[in-house]
């Protein structure tokens, strides 16, 4: 049972190249977040998926898009990476929007945008 | 809207000893759940505790508790007998309403243990 796993760990970028992170998990979770943290920020949301089929906006959406291939995977795309963009992006999964039980988080891909 | 505010950017404590990080909070929502995450150094986000709106009781998860006051709207953690391995990243976070159980999370607070 590896939880919930992201892909790369580490990536680097060049302004306005475009990359996705790919998220998967093995909890049968219904819902699905991506945060980035950046330092003294806390974890911003930017995208959430509360069920397979839905995918909704948080508190800083721009410049990025998403996709909830299926229940296990929600993948979160650059398509023109910025150097605001650099940062620490963490996905999520729980039980689904009516749950109180935590989140699970994956380990975190760290992006360089130079 | 929901915020989370952690006054305390950095805390020191010895080992043994009992250390309690802020944690306030605002929302209009009658129902409300309140979560606190461990981040070491290693990045990983960890679980400790998680408190209802609802709970009579002050959640308690071994050495972890939460002393939640409804009408200060706060929610702090708890850490008794601190050990080395305490020292790390803490964030308190709420349920972002009604858009599933996203959470917002505060700024943090950098906890010190020394022997």
């Known amino acids: 049972n590896a939880g919930v796993t992201q892909t790369p760990k580490f990536q680097v970028l060049k302004t306005g190249q475009s990359m996705t992170l790919q998220c998967a998990q093995d909890?049968?979770?219904?819902?699905m977040y991506w945060y980035r943290q950046d330092p003294g920020m806390g974890l911003r949301l930017i995208y959430y998926?509360?069920?397979?089929?839905?995918?909704d906006k948080g508190e800083v959406p721009n410049g990025y898009n998403v996709s909830r291939l299926n229940k296990r995977e929600f993948s979160l795309r650059l398509e023109s990476a910025a150097p605001s963009q650099t940062s620490v992006y963490f996905c999520?999964?729980?039980?689904?929007?009516?749950?109180?039980?935590?989140?699970?988080f994956g380990p975190g891909t760290r992006l360089t945008v130079t | 809207a929901q915020k989370i505010t952690q006054t305390q950017p950095g805390m020191f404590v010895q080992e043994k000893e009992a250390v309690t990080l802020d944690c306030t909070y605002d929302?209009?929502?009658?129902?409300?759940?309140l979560f606190w995450y461990k981040q070491p150094s290693s990045g990983e986000m960890i679980f400790l505790i998680y408190?209802?709106?609802?709970?009579?009781q002050n959640a308690t998860e071994g050495r972890y508790s939460l002393n939640f006051q409804k009408a200060r709207k706060s929610a702090n953690l708890v850490i008794s007998a601190s050990q080395l391995g305490d020292s790390a990243m803490y964030f308190c976070?709420?349920?972002?309403?009604?858009?599933?159980?996203?959470?917002?999370f505060g700024k943090g607070t950098t906890l010190s243990v020394s022997s």
């Open positions: 999520a999964s729980n039980l689904g929007p009516n749950s109180v039980y935590e989140q699970y």
């Open positions: 998926s509360a069920s397979e089929g839905t995918t």
């Open positions: 976070a709420i349920k972002r309403g009604q858009a599933g159980t996203a959470l917002i």
């Open positions: 929302t209009s929502d009658p129902s409300y759940g």
């Open positions: 909890m049968n979770h219904n819902s």
């Open positions: 408190q209802g709106s609802y709970d009579q």
